[in-house]
Each structure stands twice: as structure tokens, then as C-alpha cells.
């Protein structure tokens, strides 16, 4: 049984850091691509920046480049997404996500976790 489990979500003020985690079990973790998507009140799921199975690239949307770096260390089975100045606009609920393809699009991936509340206050 495949689980993706985030954490390290929280309350933290704009300007402020956050490292989430994504820990993986039940699949070959080094097979999949992986991402970030998040999806904030009244919004639909979002891509946030994804990294391909080797680490050897990523992507990111455009309104997170520059402030959020994603990493895996795929001997551990786990994912990060290291968040740098955050704004209030950042406030969505975050998933981690695996899929065998290079996409953005949310229909594309195929196991998703639970997500973890990221929250930022002004």
C-alpha cells in the first residue's frame, strides 16, 4: 500500500521559513517523479514545483521561484520543500505527489498524501 505523508506544516508569519516533508512508502520511491501542489481556501490544487526521480531537475511556478527550493534524498524516501519568505498568499493546504511522468498537471500524478496546513499570517 502506497503512502505519501507530509509534515511540517504550521502557523509562521510573512517573511518567514518553513521545511515540510514528504515520506514515502510502499513504492520505489527513486522510480518516481515527484512535486508539490497546494490548494488554499476556495482555490483549486495548484502545482508548486516539482523534481524529476534523480533530482536532476525541477520546476517551479512562478510564484514560488526564488523563495522555495524542493530536494529528495531518495535514500530515505523523502521529499522536502524548503518555503523562504513567505506571504499570506502562500496559505493553502500542501500535498506531496508521485508520477512516472515530467508534468505540472495535477491529473497527471497518481498517489497523493493527506497534505499538511501551511499558514501565514501578516
Known amino acids: 500500500q502506497v503512502q505519501l505523508v507530509e509534515s511540517g506544516g504550521g502557523l509562521v508569519q510573512a517573511g518567514g521559513s518553513l521545511r515540510l516533508s514528504c515520506a514515502a512508502s510502499g513504492l520505489t520511491f527513486s522510480m518516481y517523479n515527484m512535486a508539490w501542489f497546494r490548494q488554499g481556501p476556495g482555490k483549486e490544487r495548484e502545482f508548486v514545483a516539482a523534481m524529476t526521480w534523480s533530482g536532476g531537475n525541477t520546476n517551479y511556478a512562478g510564484s514560488v521561484k526564488g523563495r522555495f527550493t524542493i530536494s529528495r534524498i531518495n535514500a530515505k524516501n523523502t521529499m522536502y520543500l524548503q518555503m523562504s519568505s513567505l506571504k499570506p498568499e502562500d496559505t493553502a493546504v500542501y500535498y506531496c505527489?508521485?508520477?512516472?511522468?515530467?508534468?505540472?498537471?495535477?491529473?497527471?500524478?497518481?498517489?497523493w498524501g493527506q497534505g499538511t496546513q501551511v499558514t501565514v499570517s501578516s
Open positions: 505527489a508521485a508520477t512516472k511522468s515530467w508534468t505540472s498537471r495535477v491529473d497527471a500524478y497518481i498517489y
